[in-house]
């Protein structure tokens, strides 16, 4: 049948159709039958603007006509991830504004002498920096005479001692501290722990800041993503920059403690928010060229905003000060945010082909060039006449009923499904595993604020390594190796003898370097394996999976009380057994983005052999025709 087309449509065509052109319909014959042929075939009457076999008249077509990365997708991108820093910002915050410091009870009276150990004071301010709970309580001496054993939660009264020493062997009258406590201000001048005596049986409120503040990113990764689908991705990216200072700076001014959470948890939502969907902002304006390039370093201006945290932590060490800081630092955005364009993915999906071809006029002339981008090129040959009606329409079209598609669409066929549950996997490893090797590395000693700030620098060389192989060897051939780098690492760490603890921390290191490496291509890797209408969706309902295991991950840490190596066994077997189930994904370097869901689900499939034998014997025919021409032509 394909080979009866061939030679009908041969006798047709011009005789001027170039070999290439040859090849782009015998690319298309072999993969499609019916109707889709006799489109074909009437592609070569009217013929498209095609350089390649493999180029098609998608969307994807504008980044090689108007630039895959030139001045306007440059100003766009840089002004997206400007904000990103906010979101590292605003994630790691919590680590200077609950932090706990040294502390024990307070008495009624006038402290006029200190004994601790071998040490001896006028002041707890002066031994707090070296008291250490658990080897010991503090002796003080009051203006009346009454000695007091200090620790953090109790406080004993001595009764009737002779002499002033650090041992007692009399009778003690203990009691509870009554919510008065002595702080060391000496790395941390007011945190909200010290505003609100968040301490001993209300230590538990200090601990739920972190977690609360998680399931609100959790919640704001699932709700902004499906609505960005549905109203656009602008929209949210302002709302949600918007949202992200006023809220912010609301937190440096909340009363108590709740107010505190309610605060934290709507920032976390729109944090979430924006990083989502300024993934797929800047993955749908930026070409399969550069890419990959471009969806990496978004992580990387989020580890710029934890060293941002770092740095502010270190200046100024009175909470609500430093809140307020990291709220402004990014507040320049909000000036210029509201002259961002929608997508022309977007547009193109949502049928506004009006505003999409105004949008490729605008990166035409902004990039200096004068070849004009027709939307109707864009379209598929039986969407062209209603898109030149659009297009031709001197007022907006009323938009015709679109079916609205939600998280089940995720799974919409067995294929689908398989791919979902295996991209959440990857999402849920690679939080979970960045975390346990997060709060594993707080034992390394030293300043906690340079401590912090190399944990956001030594994420910079994961993104770099990751960025040339994802381009050089693929996506797949990436996050497979990274995950099962990351679960031989574990494995490794239980064996390692104790006393051998730079190998340990060796491999801890290189644990977290590949799972960085995974972590961070799943954004792009998420949305190129989904089509546009439910690509946000995707990344949303991902970085929910994501959100989940940071949320898991406090609760896997204290498993090590069970066995000191029972995290990093956990994280390892899952690392391995996902990294497996990667390699069944389908490869998606140098494909363009689809836009359907029959797209996507097309994705890995390879042609069968009996299409690929045809298609060598149209090849073949081709051939000994072109062979005769030249013979006659001579």
């Avoid at 937190?251 to 989502?276: C, D, E, I, K, T």
Wanted: net charge positive.
């Amino acid at each position: 049948m394909c080979v009866f087309v061939y030679v009908c449509v041969r006798l047709c065509a011009p005789p001027t159709l170039t070999p290439l052109r040859e090849a782009t319909f015998y690319d298309l014959v072999w993969k499609r039958s019916g109707s889709a042929a006799r489109r074909g075939r009437e592609t070569h009457r009217e013929p498209r603007r095609t350089n390649s076999p493999s180029e098609k008249m998608t969307v994807e077509r504008i980044f090689d006509e108007l630039g895959h990365f030139k001045r306007f997708q440059a100003c766009l991108y840089f002004a997206a991830v400007f904000q990103a820093v906010a979101c590292g910002i605003h994630y790691l915050a919590s680590v200077f504004l609950v932090e706990t410091p040294n502390f024990v009870c307070s008495v009624p009276s006038n402290i006029t002498d200190v004994l601790y150990g071998n040490l001896t004071v006028s002041s707890l301010e002066e031994i707090l920096p070296v008291f250490k709970s658990g080897t010991g309580p503090l002796v003080v001496r009051t203006a009346e005479g009454q000695q007091w054993e200090l620790s953090r939660c109790r406080c004993a009264l001595r009764v009737d001692p002779k002499d002033f020493t650090y041992d007692f062997d009399g009778n003690k009258t203990v009691r509870a501290c009554n919510g008065t406590f002595v702080f060391d201000h000496t790395e941390v001048h007011q945190s909200i722990v010290t505003d609100w005596d968040l301490v001993c049986e209300r230590e538990w409120l200090a601990k739920l800041c972190q977690p609360t503040f998680m399931l609100g990113v959790l919640i704001g990764a699932l709700l902004f993503g499906d609505i960005a689908d549905r109203v656009g991705r602008v929209k949210i990216l302002m709302f949600t920059s918007l949202c992200q200072f006023v809220l912010g700076v609301s937190v440096a001014f909340s009363g108590n403690y709740y107010f505190f959470v309610v605060l934290r948890f709507l920032l976390a939502m729109v944090s979430s928010g924006y990083l989502v969907v300024v993934f797929v902002y800047v993955t749908e304006f930026t070409g399969i060229k550069v890419r990959t390039w471009t969806s990496m370093h978004v992580h990387a201006a989020f580890a710029v905003g934890i060293m941002v945290v770092a740095l502010t932590g270190y200046l100024v060490r009175v909470w609500w000060i430093y809140q307020i800081i990291l709220s402004t630092c990014t507040s320049p955005f909000l000036f210029f945010c509201w002259k961002f364009p929608e997508t022309p993915f977007y547009l193109m999906a949502k049928g506004r082909y009006k505003d999409a071809q105004t949008l490729l006029d605008a990166i035409a002339r902004f990039n200096g060039l004068d070849y004009r981008l027709k939307v109707e090129e864009l379209l598929e040959p039986e969407e062209r006449e209603n898109g030149r009606a659009l297009l031709e329409e001197s007022e907006e079209r009323p938009s015709q009923s679109e079916k609205k598609l939600s998280i089940l669409d995720l799974f919409g066929s067995w294929r689908m499904a398989g791919r979902t549950c295996t991209v959440w996997a990857i999402w849920f490893i690679g939080s979970l595993g960045y975390y346990v090797f997060s709060l594993g590395s707080v034992n390394l000693g030293g300043n906690q604020y340079i401590n912090l700030f190399l944990a956001g620098a030594v994420e910079l060389p994961s993104y770099l390594v990751g960025c040339f192989a994802m381009d050089r060897i693929g996506r797949k051939k990436t996050c497979a190796p990274a995950l099962l780098l990351a679960g031989i690492a574990c494995m490794l760490i239980i064996v390692v003898p104790a006393d051998i603890q730079v190998l340990a921390i060796a491999l801890s290191m290189t644990g977290k370097f590949a799972i960085a490496i995974a972590f961070g291509l799943i954004y792009l890797y998420t949305c190129e394996l989904y089509p546009t209408i439910i690509r946000s969706l995707a990344v949303g309902s991902g970085s929910m999976m994501c959100r989940v295991g940071s949320v898991v991950a406090p609760f896997c840490v204290y498993l090590s009380e069970v066995w000191v190596y029972l995290p990093q066994l956990i994280v390892g077997i899952l690392a391995f057994i996902i990294g497996v189930l990667t390699l069944l994904l389908p490869e998606t370097l140098g494909r363009p983005l689809t836009t359907t869901l029959e797209e996507a689900e097309a994705l890995g499939r390879e042609p069968s052999k009996k299409n690929s034998a045809l298609a060598s014997l149209i090849y073949w025919i081709v051939g000994r025709k072109r062979k005769k021409q030249k013979q006659q032509a001579f």
